[in-house]
């Protein structure tokens, strides 16, 4: 039976099997194959089927039967590996994770010095060495750079580098003029203004930075909650920012944030995408965030891919499930995770093909099904949603159809079996394309990070541990597999 498996990989079958891809379903059987290895008991994932034709698997086999051999996680440095087991089977528990979360919550929001990490030398260092080590890259630049080195270094194409300043509102609580009396609005402004120039600096080209409007302080945060443009010395914040992301080749993406001010984000999101998304054409320098698991972000992208239909700019989407599920009022969000998977699968396909269909029909008012340019990034742990997107890019190679710009964005410290198998993967393609020229298309795996003072990055912190605690089956999932990594490497096997 193995001889008949077949590479997970992008490239052009001699015969494309559209019968299969229109009426049939198959396992990816590199990736089933390699978690069933590690002790990952995965759910039967149906996904179109990807397989090369025959005359291409004999050629191919002495390409794959490495990668076969070589588990995924095996790409982790020790230390990672043992504190992704620990962090990993903290957030498995439903004993330990409450009082972990209770407690992060305090730190978060406390004003106490004792309990701010930036003043207390023994909480920082605590911190420091286990969650702030497993989600962020660094408090200096240097620690940055060998952070972002050590990702490149293990085979991702790039990072999405975010700075960790940010504000998270408890559900219900507004900005009125007592919260930003006492605030110098041109401070705040330019302290996030420096700290995510610094971002841009410490980026490459392809790499992309993440930022958050909220970051900017109080006024920011006022008129993001009544949708309001950004005030004059915040537009020319934004404005440098974009231009030295754009001189540098690094590409923005602005975060979704809660609920209370995504409407102003998504605006101030399309604006900045009408100014710097048309120079290029087909390409997008700022990205704005999607999340699938709000009831009213289909409409949203639909509304924007008209926009950016008629105005003839790239949109650029980066397509996440969501975050903010502890902080947001529970109504705005689908009732079931199972729910949100079927939005942001179905999103996922339109944006991949180009075309409406499900639950992204074109916005009202609009007669036309033209689709407009798109560039993607992929934010998902799912493993299922990979493998369906790979399937689909396979389908789209094979039939010789337009592939739009994509790349794959986990984030650091979460989801390393499915950034690494992205990564092996990768390998695999590039070796097939050097043995036999045919072409072939090597997935894009990203690492989302951020980096900033432990004290900074707490409100981020809490919410990777909400994040897991919402995602049980698959923090349950990663543990097995990590478990199983540590296993084979301290007994052998």
């Excluded at 952070?147 to 507004?174: H, W």
Aim: aromatic share 8%; net charge positive.
């Amino acid at each position: 039976m193995a001889s008949k498996l077949q590479p997970f990989t992008l490239r052009r079958s001699a015969q494309p099997q559209t019968q299969f891809l229109k009426h049939g379903v198959a396992r990816n059987h590199c990736l089933s194959r390699r978690y069933l290895h590690e002790g990952v008991r995965l759910k039967t994932t149906a996904i179109p089927a990807i397989s090369s034709s025959s005359s291409s698997s004999s050629s191919s086999s002495s390409v794959t039967s490495s990668a076969f051999r070589q588990p995924c996680l095996s790409l982790l440095p020790f230390s990672s590996l043992l504190r992704s087991y620990l962090v990993t089977s903290l957030s498995a528990s439903r004993t330990l994770l409450p009082p972990a979360l209770r407690l992060l919550s305090i730190l978060a929001h406390s004003k106490s010095p004792f309990l701010n990490p930036d003043r207390n030398r023994i909480l920082r260092y605590i911190l420091k060495k286990t969650f702030y080590a497993q989600f962020c890259a660094g408090e200096k630049s240097t620690e940055v750079r060998k952070t972002v080195a050590g990702l490149k270094g293990m085979g991702f194409q790039g990072v999405i580098l975010g700075y960790a300043r940010e504000v998270v509102m408890e559900e219900g609580k507004t900005v009125g003029q007592e919260d930003r009396m006492g605030n110098d609005t041109t401070v705040e402004v330019n302290a996030w203004k420096q700290g995510t120039l610094e971002t841009v600096r410490l980026a490459e080209e392809g790499d992309y930075v993440a930022l958050k409007f909220t970051g900017a302080g109080s006024e920011a945060l006022h008129e993001l909650t009544e949708s309001k443009p950004p005030n004059d010395t915040l537009e020319k914040a934004i404005v440098e920012i974009c231009e030295l992301a754009k001189a540098r080749k690094v590409r923005l993406l602005f975060d979704a944030e809660q609920a209370s001010v995504q409407p102003g984000i998504d605006v101030w999101t399309l604006d900045f995408q009408r100014r710097y998304n048309h120079d290029v054409p087909g390409k997008a320098l700022v990205y704005g965030t999607y999340q699938a698991y709000a009831r009213s972000t289909p409409v949203t992208l639909a509304k924007h891919l008209a926009a950016a239909l008629n105005e003839q700019f790239t949109l650029g989407v980066k397509l996440v499930r969501g975050a903010y599920l502890g902080s947001d009022p529970r109504h705005l969000f689908w009732a079931k995770k199972e729910d949100t998977d079927k939005v942001y699968n179905d999103i996922a396909r339109c944006l991949m093909r180009r075309t409406y269909g499900g639950f992204l029909t074109p916005f009202s008012g609009i007669e036309s099904q033209n689709f407009p340019e798109v560039n993607v990034v992929l934010a998902s742990h799912n493993l299922e949603t990979v493998q369906k997107a790979i399937a689909l890019r396979k389908e789209q190679l094979d039939l010789g159809q337009e592939r739009i710009p994509m790349v794959y964005g986990q984030l650091m410290g979460m989801a390393d079996y499915v950034s690494c198998e992205l990564i092996l993967n990768g390998r695999t393609c590039q070796e097939l394309q050097k043995s036999e020229g045919e072409e072939t298309e090597i997935p894009q795996a990203y690492k989302y990070l951020v980096w900033g003072t432990v004290g900074e990055c707490l409100k981020y912190l809490l919410r990777r541990a909400e994040e897991n605690r919402d995602a049980v089956s698959r923090t349950e999932e990663s543990r097995l597999a990590l478990r199983n990594e540590l296993g084979r490497r301290l007994f052998g096997g």
